[in-house]
């Protein structure tokens, strides 16, 4: 039977800078490598709150990416 494993997980969050240019707002991602392929929604929430704290910025979306491997 075929499986697949984790091999690793990127995460980016997208926020608004709350800066307007031609008039659009404008948008910034902070991406983080080497993620648990298993983090959970409640723990990227909580990170996303605290970027929120520490950089001001509001987050917009946060986007998970995972590199799996299928075993046979």
């Known amino acids: ?15 608004d800078t709350g800066e307007i240019k031609n008039d659009k707002p404008v948008y ?4 983080i490598g080497n993620i648990k392929g298993s983090v959970s929604a ?12 520490l950089l001001e910025f509001q987050t917009e979306t946060i986007t998970l990416t995972r590199k799996d491997q299928l075993e046979l």
């Open 42 to 53: 409640d723990d990227l929430g909580d990170v996303a709150g605290r970027l929120e704290n």
């Open 1 to 15: 039977m075929a499986n697949f494993s984790e091999i690793s997980a990127r995460v980016a969050f997208k926020v």
């Open 28 to 31: 910034r991602s902070i991406s």
